[in-house]
């Protein structure tokens, strides 16, 4: 265990739902990273917080929506999506963003299909 | 653009064999370099790291090998084994930037 826990593992949904995923680290970090995985694509930087600010936002359409409600827990809300959003979203975390050395911690992700 | 290439998308080595795995990158002066492993319905778990000015790291049976000239890293998995099929990432960090670009992946599968 990674000390990164995310929930669902799983989700299916339709592209009129609302859905949200949950992230939360019991390491103290206070940086913490949403990335999308697709198939034989490289990881994709979605959003990034530090200290519960938003920090990044790399292009991300509107339909993802972040949420940071403190330096532990993590939020992604769904709506709307599409079936080329169906990908594995995985949760990271550091100590903070100063130290360029730092190791990210992983979460196990969530599998995510858009029918 | 920057662009980070693994070797091939999956590569079959015998147990007991050295693995070596490369990430070629392009357009990018990257102050560190980490590999990751990972697992099917797992998320990525960190290896090593490596910093620019350093030539190679070690840790147990696993190697890195860092180039700046060539801008080319080197992942060796000496003595291997079934257990260490995953597929590796790699990931790259300019100076200055707290953001991290990865490559695709290598899959690696050692057989018994």
């Known amino acids: 265990e990674t000390g990164v826990t995310q929930t669902p593992r799983h989700l299916v949904m339709g592209m009129t739902n609302k859905k949200s995923l949950k992230c939360e680290q019991h390491?103290?970090?206070?940086?913490m990273y949403w990335y999308k995985q697709s198939a034989k694509k490289p990881l994709e930087l979605m959003f990034v917080?530090?200290?519960?600010?938003?920090?990044e936002n790399n292009s991300v359409p509107s339909r993802f929506s972040p949420e940071c409600p403190n330096s532990s827990h993590l939020f992604l809300h769904l709506h709307t999506l599409q079936p080329e959003d169906s990908a594995l979203y995985l949760c990271?975390?550091?100590?903070?963003?100063?130290?360029?050395?730092?190791?990210?911690?992983f979460g196990p992700g969530t599998r995510l299909t858009v029918l | 653009s920057q662009k980070i290439e693994q070797n091939s998308e999956a590569l079959n080595i015998q147990e007991g064999k050295t693995a070596t795995l490369t990430c070629n990158y392009t357009?990018?002066?990257?102050?560190?370099l980490q590999w990751y492993r990972q697992d099917p319905g797992r998320g990525p778990v960190f290896l090593l790291l490596?910093?620019?000015?350093?030539k190679e790291k070690r840790k147990e049976r696993l190697k890195v090998t860092f180039d700046t000239t060539l801008k080319q890293s080197l992942f060796h998995i000496t003595a291997s084994q079934p257990a260490d099929s995953a597929t590796y990432l790699c990931?790259?960090?300019?100076?200055?930037?707290?953001?991290?670009?990865f490559g695709t992946g290598t899959r690696l599968k050692v057989l018994a």
């Open positions: 917080y530090n200290f519960k600010e938003q920090t």
């Open positions: 390491l103290g970090h206070n940086a």
């Open positions: 990271a975390s550091t100590p903070d963003l100063s130290t360029f050395t730092d190791t990210q911690y």
């Open positions: 357009n990018y002066s990257p102050a560190y």
């Open positions: 990931a790259l960090r300019a100076s200055g930037t707290y953001k991290y670009i």
């Open positions: 490596i910093r620019e000015n350093e």
